[in-house]
């Protein structure tokens, strides 16, 4: 079987030759250890380089890209992945660079959306340090979303805005799946202005995420005509508490919009697979079940998720990764990762499940650790 044939028999919980394997996210650190290579692969430090790109001017961006989808195409190719994806970016044109790692986005004289961004090299880590959101300002948001709701004329129906998918899926080759980042619905969690909206003013909230749900439609559209076979959507709204909002308004507000997103999907032949770490018990009946989602991602090892559990009651569900990036995969050695790599594949028996880290490779993974992993689920013959 080739890549994309193991991808597919994986959502029918069909034979398969080997567990297929995916993970969404490789820090470029590592991949390049791996390759023995200076790849651009993935992480919060190529987001940097991407802004890095696009603030040095078109050119810049143009060369910066075409050497991250060869990379990218290259190392999922090299590692025998059965299916890739263009890493998460970050293609914002910044207002202006306030140093060397520091980045300012939005409004030059911070009155209306803005925020600044730092890249901390030492960490690996992309992160906000303040914003025109910053303290909770959830009278400014509301603000922003009436502005947002009486601009919106519809979906930008531009083919021409998944150029990069095009290029990237003829990278790749017929031999292999492609997930798209495509259909996501959700809202900031980090982001307490949010989550106060939910309460004041969920019909803002709910225009946002209608928004997104009409966009969603149409990139799945698009995506499906390029070829794309994975819809690798949903989005962050669990902590290992649980949803940072009530079930009750996951139903309301997101339910009925992931079905229609889950319902395009099966139109047009793509597989949907919903994001987010942390627990998910207290939504799972509608997250797992009546949303019509075809897959679980980032099912989150660190608080407590597990396959087995998932399967048993959710059956039909496929299921990815799981292999805990922020605990064996750092510290647990060679031997570790190998004996939890057979512990977790047993626990589907490598059945509708498509294997991985929880979430990503971090930069902090010894690259020794990272190959005894795939190794050791090359080696694992799947239960039918």
Known sequence: MNGRQRIRAAFEHAAVDRVPRFDQTIYSCVASAALAREVLVGGAGL???????????????????????????????????????????????????LNE??????????KAPWEIWRYSPESQDWHPVEGWLSGGDVDRLIVHLENDERAWSGPDLDPARMD???????????????????????????????????EIAPSLVAGELERQTLQGLADIELAATLGVDVAHAGGDFCLNSGPVY?????????????????ARCDQVGLKYVFRTD??????????????????????????????????RRFPKLTLFGNI???GVILSGGVEGIRQATRENLEETGG??????????????????????????????????
Not at 65 to 76: G, K, Q, S, W
Not at 359 to 371: R, S
Request: glycine fraction near 8%.
């Open 324 to 326: 805990d990036c922020g």
């Open 47 to 97: 987001r940097f380089q991407d802004v890095v790109a696009h603030w040095e001017g078109p050119q810049a961006a143009q060369e910066f890209e075409a050497r991250m989808l060869l990379d990218v195409a290259d190392f999922y190719r090299e590692l025998d992945y059965d299916m890739a994806r263009v890493p998460w970016r970050d293609t914002r044109r910044a207002t202006a660079r």
């Open 278 to 311: 942390g627990v998910t018990w207290p939504v799972a009946d509608s997250l797992w079940g009546r949303s019509g989602v075809h897959a679980a991602g980032e099912v989150d090892f660190g608080a407590g998720m597990r396959l087995a559990e998932l399967r």
């Open 164 to 198: 990069t998918q095009r290029r990237f899926r003829e990278l790749v080759g017929p031999e292999r799946a492609v997930a798209a980042t495509v259909g996501g619905i959700g809202i900031p969690m980090y982001e307490p202005a949010w989550l106060m909206a939910l």
């Open 246 to 262: 009530s079930p009750l308004a996951f139903d309301r507000l997101v339910l009925p919009r992931l079905q229609r997103l889950t």
């Open 351 to 384: 059945v509708g499940h498509i294997f991985g880290a929880s979430n990503a490779i971090m930069p902090e993974t010894p690259v020794e650790n990272f190959l005894a992993m795939l190794d050791e689920s090359d080696k694992f013959k799947p239960c039918f």
């Open 101 to 110: 790692s520091t980045f300012l986005f939005g409004d030059s004289e911070r």
